[in-house]
């Protein structure tokens, strides 16, 4: 139930194509490379889209077909191609083996702690928010307290 390629994040932080496994549906359609970048899938785009989200888009039903556009840099218009999910082969999983695994863990890694960061980033985006509200607050009462002690004085 895969289409025999293998993505990785390039240095823009793009899903792009590391390696086409032998045997599989993106190595018979003789059509994407090695350094092609994944555009779309299904229609949808797949910038800033997770990993396992672009994984559950990607995979599905033996014998069912997913369209998949790549860009290449040597051509000027992006390119479709649909795909029929077929299981890996017993010589396409000993080619990939687990070097690839290990590598696709690592991505994965990568992309859940990106992910990560960006949630903690807004989460301390919210929390600076609400501490200027705060500072601001704190502010405007001690204008007020300094007005009140100000007309306490002159009442003296």
Known sequence: RTQGLTLGLDEEG????????????AERSKKVQVGDVLERVEGNSVRGVAYTHLAAWMLGAEGSTVHVTFSREA????????????????????????????E???MMR???????????????EIERDELRERV????????ALKAIRDAQQQDL
């Open 75 to 102: 051509k000027e218009e992006p390119f479709t191609v649909e795909f029929e999910r077929r299981a890996l082969t017993e010589a396409v999983k000993t080619r990939v083996g687990d070097e690839v695994v290990r």
């Open 104 to 106: 696709q863990e690592a």
């Open 14 to 25: 793009q899903y792009a194509v590391k390696d086409v496994l032998m045997g599989g549906s």
């Open 136 to 143: 601001q607050r704190v502010e405007k009462d001690a204008a």
């Open 110 to 124: 990568v992309v859940i702690a990106k992910e990560d960061l960006l949630m903690e980033k807004k989460r301390i």
